[in-house]
């Protein structure tokens, strides 16, 4: 198969809001983890993540406990709240339209994301994105173990997860854009044909305007059109 491919990021990208922040504000809410503790250590490695700072390991064994320690019903239902609460209303208009753009034009729909699959799998139906490559939460007799599995799709691990799914698919591909916020997606950025920041951050701006890649907001609630 030989198709243009449309990948985005999800989180401050198409979305108003980061998914895994919130769900850990969810899970404070929900009383399911300590709020003193957690509101903490949540913020902690969001600030991590924003300065490029983040090991990635020692984030996932913090963000997937919660799941290991909650029976998976209720989990479920929790998530059924979370996306009605916390998502449709930071789904950004213009980054549904976008996304809209892309699919008329023919082309394939991705979203890869380092947030884990639990949490973003109703977000990519959402925006009816048929293809999601999310870092794997571990499960065993049907339960969350509290660990990944796999390589994290998190910086040069999206390349690879993006390679894996090329390789399985027999795809080639005519073209690949993608669309990120995130200096932790610069590697992804460079891999692509066409690179697009969407609301940066004020590293990957600097790097999107010396290496003249365009640069959009999916904030101002005009919509843009697919580039190029």
Known sequence: ??????????????????????????LMDKGAVSRARFEVENQRFMEQYEAGELDIDTFLAFALAPLAQTPKDTLLAWRRE???????PRVLPAAQALVDDHRARGH????????NRFVTEPIAELFNIPILLATEPEM?????TGRHQGTPTFREGKITALQHWLDAEGAMMEAMHF?????????????????????????????????????????SGEVPQALP
Do not use: C, K
């Open 108 to 115: 394939g729909l991705m979203i890869i994301t380092a947030t």
């Open 1 to 26: 198969m030989t198709v243009q491919l449309a990948i985005f990021d999800l989180d401050n990208t198409l979305l108003g809001g980061d998914s895994d922040y919130l769900w850990g504000q969810h």
């Open 179 to 219: 669309y990120s916020d995130s200096r932790n997606d610069l590697p992804l950025l460079e891999h692509v044909d066409h690179p697009v920041a969407v609301d940066p951050d004020p590293t990957l701006e600097a790097a999107a305007r010396a290496r003249g890649w365009p640069v959009l907001t999916l904030r």
């Open 82 to 88: 979370f996306i009605d609460t916390h998502i449709r």
């Open 140 to 144: 065993h007799n049907d339960a969350f």
